[in-house]
């Protein structure tokens, strides 16, 4: 009995041995153990007596197997709202509700509502921290297939890439605060973040249509060079995943595409540079020369609630030289008169300013008269102080 027990016990430490170099999973040593002892110790046991036969009972009813449950309504409503970040029906839609969030100067939450997570403008300081003709918009055929994508900018920066995709507009591009972003003839994007950043280097980036977006090909970092598994990434395997997306925009991607593939010397990096001059982009056309159509609907007022969740916070008085100031639909002479207010007339005031290309500050405001209410902006330099 002690022979065998000497056995087992040796079984055990070669088991143990074998499953820590990664071979093919093997029984749990607390297993082993235990049914070592098991069975040793049915090895001990001598039956004396033939155990009575157990009473028969009833068969209980097997349970029934539940039906699956259907997702939670709050679980829809999210993949509903997933489904729609990013996704607009045209390059004018997209532009529209850009201009709403400017002119209105939405909350985060609300500019969340609309365009999803991680607005890179947002990131920068729009709509409140930024001019109104900051924000710019162009044309241009990136890729050179005779189609345009949307480019917009903030001030001379590239900030977002927007394409037609499965007859969506969608985001196939935008750049970290801080980043300076060059385009390329043929779709090709130099991304440079300086030693100051979080992950400073140069990456360089190639347009996929078909996948739809911008994938990292190859980089230099810190003296180190890389190219990327998307750089080479052809075959049936990518015809399959780019009919996939055609059917489901978001559906999931291969984690590896975007990981490191080989090492590069920088003889070989040099190489892959590209040979011609950046592209020259037109003029940016100004956001805030942008008309909403008659009629349009605002998407936060019309889905999500009230026009404004800020609570006036105090009243002031129009105090004018020329006896009125003009409410404004927008912060700045550039937006329409809504009304014209008397001085000596009594406003609420809004804890929300904004400040113009021309360095002027402006508030908002509530004027009521006559039972008629009015929102809308006044320049700070109208009211009393």
């Given at each position: 009995m002690r022979k065998s027990l000497l056995t087992i016990v040796i079984c055990l430490i070669s088991a143990m041995l074998f499953a820590g170099c990664g071979g093919s999973e093997a029984p749990a040593p607390t297993d082993v153990a235990q049914e070592a002892v098991q069975e040793t110790a049915q090895d001990q046991v001598t039956p004396t007596e033939t155990p009575a036969p157990e009473e028969k009972k009833e068969a209980e009813p097997e349970p029934e197997t539940p039906a699956p449950e259907e997702p939670a309504q709050d679980q829809k409503e999210e993949k509903d709202y997933a489904l729609y970040m990013y996704r607009f029906d045209s390059f004018d839609d997209l532009l529209y509700a850009y201009k709403e969030t400017q002119d209105r100067h939405y909350t985060q939450d609300q500019i969340e509502h609309i365009f999803g997570f991680r607005e890179p403008l947002l990131e920068r300081g729009w709509p409140d921290e930024t001019s109104p003709y900051d924000v710019g918009y162009v044309y241009y055929d990136v890729d050179s297939n005779g189609t345009d994508e949307m480019i917009i900018t903030l001030g001379k920066d590239i900030v977002e890439i927007y394409s037609y995709f499965a007859d969506k507009v969608q985001r196939f591009y935008f750049a970290s605060v801080g980043d300076e972003v060059t385009l390329y003839p043929g779709g090709i994007l130099k991304q440079y973040a300086p030693e100051?950043?979080?992950?400073?280097?140069?990456?360089?980036?190639?347009y996929d249509s078909g996948l739809a977006g911008y994938y990292e090909d190859f980089e230099e970092s810190r003296g180190e060079y890389y190219?990327?598994?998307?750089r080479d990434f052809s075959g049936p395997e990518y015809d399959e995943i780019a009919?996939?997306?055609?059917?489901?925009?978001?559906?999931?991607?291969?984690?590896w595409i975007g990981e490191y593939e080989d090492w590069l010397s920088e003889?070989?990096?040099k190489k892959l540079l590209p040979k011609t001059k950046p592209v020259q982009l037109p003029e940016a056309k100004k956001l805030a020369d942008v008309e909403l159509p008659n009629?349009?609907?605002?998407?936060?007022?019309a889905n999500e609630g009230p026009r404004d969740e800020v609570i006036p916070e105090y009243f002031r008085y129009v105090e004018s030289s020329d006896g009125y100031a003009n409410m404004r639909t927008g912060p700045g002479t550039e937006y329409d008169v809504i009304c014209k207010v008397p001085t000596g007339e009594q406003l609420e005031v809004y804890r929300m300013n904004a400040v113009d290309f021309k360095g002027k500050t402006w508030v908002k405001v509530i004027y009521s008269n006559s039972g008629v209410t009015e929102m809308g902006w006044i320049a700070e330099s109208q009211l009393d102080h």
């Open positions: 100051t950043s979080e992950f400073p280097g140069t990456s360089w980036y190639s190219t990327f598994c998307h009919a996939r997306l055609q059917e489901d925009p978001y559906a999931d991607m291969p984690v003889a070989e990096y009629g349009y609907e605002p998407r936060y007022e």
